[in-house]
């Protein structure tokens, strides 16, 4: 069975720093692409960054460009997305969601998710 | 971006009725389309791809049709476990773009 699952989340000040996970488990990891989609507090869906399978090639949203990073330990079978200079507006649940076989870019299975909140 | 427009945004329907939800995109995306379902509190769940193929494991109650710039999506007979938030997302062109979402009510 697929699971993603991520962990990392929770209360940070304005500027601060996070450090999001997604433990992935029941496929082979390292053959998927993966991504990260958020969901601020009652609004859609948002999609926010994207790695390849090797890690090699990684897509932003302009709205968190230069700000977050994302990578991937295939070794661990895990997902990482560092978020730095955090603001208000990145408040949301942040899903890990991996890549389907035949597009990369729509997701066929998504952990629960995990709620970065941004606040003083 | 590809600007993705849903409607209704939200409808109020009953078990058993045949609900339609629209997607428009701003600018041609062939096929390139997929609809999922989200319940409250729990990730979004893909139900159709390519814009009418049924994702492994979903219904047949749910079919998707349209291509270029509009397209349905149509639950034939409401079930109890349908009302939930339904979203399209083109994956066309980057960035991948969602549509604001329709809520499925039960009236």
């Known amino acids: 069975e697929v699971q993603l699952v991520e962990s990392g989340g929770g209360l940070v000040q304005p500027g601060g720093s996070l450090r999001l996970s997604c433990a992935a488990s029941g496929f082979t990891f390292s053959s998927y692409e993966m991504n990260w989609v958020r969901q601020a507090p009652g609004k859609g869906l948002e999609w926010v960054s994207y790695?390849?399978?090797?890690?090699?090639?990684?897509y932003y949203a302009d709205s968190v460009k230069g700000r977050f990073t994302i990578s991937r330990d295939n070794a661990k079978n895990s997902l990482y997305l560092q978020m730095n200079s955090l603001r208000a507006e990145d408040t949301a649940v942040y899903y890990c969601?991996?890549?389907?076989?035949?597009?990369?870019?729509?997701?066929?299975?998504w952990g629960q998710g995990t709620l970065v909140t941004v606040s003083s | 971006a590809i600007r993705m427009t849903q409607s209704p945004s939200s409808l109020s329907a009953s078990t058993g009725d045949r609900v339609t939800i629209t997607c428009r995109a701003s600018q041609g995306i062939s096929s390139y389309l997929a609809w999922y379902q989200q319940k409250p509190g729990k990730a979004p769940k893909l139900l159709i791809y390519?814009?009418?193929t049924l994702q492994s494991g979903v219904p047949s109650r749910f079919s998707g049709s349209g291509s270029g710039t509009d397209f349905t999506l149509t639950i034939s007979c409401l079930q109890s476990e349908d009302f939930a938030t339904y979203y399209c997302?083109?994956?066309?062109?980057?960035?991948?773009?969602f549509g604001q979402g329709t809520k499925v009510e039960i009236k």
């Open positions: 790695i390849s399978s090797s890690g090699s090639t990684i």
């Open positions: 969601a991996r890549g389907s076989k035949s597009s990369s870019w729509y997701w066929d299975y």
């Open positions: 390519a814009a009418s």
């Open positions: 997302q083109q994956y066309y062109s980057y960035p991948p773009t």
